[in-house]
């Protein structure tokens, strides 16, 4: 496993934008799918976005296609998050996520996922 470590949540008026950042610890962390879910209050987790190991395909739910990106800085072994034309329906606690697999059929669901963040909030104001 990784630990990961979340950061740059906060408050958002709707149509603004943020970056969120996961900071990875962990030798292999180069062979991990890595992923940013959601939870707002009442809801299950969902997948918003997915990285295949090293920096290759990317997967993204319908609801933030065109408005988020994930990506990955290696170097810095940082997973990142872009939020842009956020929505009131963006809220939720951002969590972080890493599969000791480079790749998945399941990108998206969370029992993929053996490693977790412990989440940081992102709060979007109408």
């Known amino acids: 496993q990784v630990q990961l470590v979340e950061s740059g949540g906060g408050s958002v008026q709707a149509g603004g934008s943020a970056r969120l950042s996961c900071i990875t610890f962990?030798?292999?962390?180069?062979?991990?799918?890595m992923a940013w879910f959601r939870q707002a209050p009442g809801k299950e987790r969902e997948g918003v976005a997915a990285?295949?190991?090293?920096?290759?395909?990317?997967y993204y739910d319908d609801s933030v296609k065109g408005r988020f990106t994930i990506s990955i800085d290696n170097a810095k072994k940082t997973l990142y998050l872009q939020l842009n034309s956020l929505k009131p329906e963006d809220t939720a606690m951002y969590y972080c996520a890493a599969a000791a697999t480079s790749a998945s059929f399941y990108p998206l669901l969370t029992r993929t996922y053996n490693s977790w963040g412990q989440g940081t909030q992102v709060t979007v104001s109408s």
């Open positions: 962990g030798s292999t962390y180069s062979r991990y799918l």
């Open positions: 990285i295949e190991a090293g920096g290759g395909h990317t």
